[in-house]
């Protein structure tokens, strides 16, 4: 077996491993189970003009670019969801925070364009 096949492997067998909604939160019924329960810091990591046309009740601004910058800003100790206007400015956040050591961080992956496809205010 060829390294690069079994890197492919590996990876593969630790995808497999992850149990499901450890990254993201795939619907906006789950994300709005999560905001009545577990009162999580919600961070929204588009730019801020992006932000001041409209975002999700509670939310606070963080974009992405500065997301390194606001480390104390963001709890270990609570639950965190990410979300941008498509996912993948979430996605790219949730990647980094677990880099950074964070394992209590999730991205609402339909982001701000499904909270408003769902009727959302």
């Not at 003009?49 to 992405?64: Q, S």
């Not at 609570?78 to 949730?94: E, P, Q």
């Amino acid at each position: 077996m060829a390294a690069s096949d079994s890197c492919e492997h590996l990876i593969e067998q630790t995808l497999k491993e992850i149990p499901p909604g450890f990254y993201g939160i795939l619907k906006t019924d789950q994300l709005k189970a999560k905001l009545k329960t577990e009162n999580p810091l919600l961070v929204d990591v588009r730019e801020p003009t992006e932000f001041l046309r409209g975002h999700l009740p509670n939310a606070v601004n963080i974009p992405l670019r500065s997301l390194g910058d606001h480390l104390d800003d963001i709890p270990r100790d609570r639950s965190v969801i990410l979300y941008c206007s498509t996912g993948y400015r979430t996605g790219l956040g949730v990647m980094a925070l677990h880099l950074w050591g964070y394992d209590n961080v999730q991205g609402y992956l339909p982001s701000y364009q499904g909270w408003l496809r769902d009727n959302q205010p």
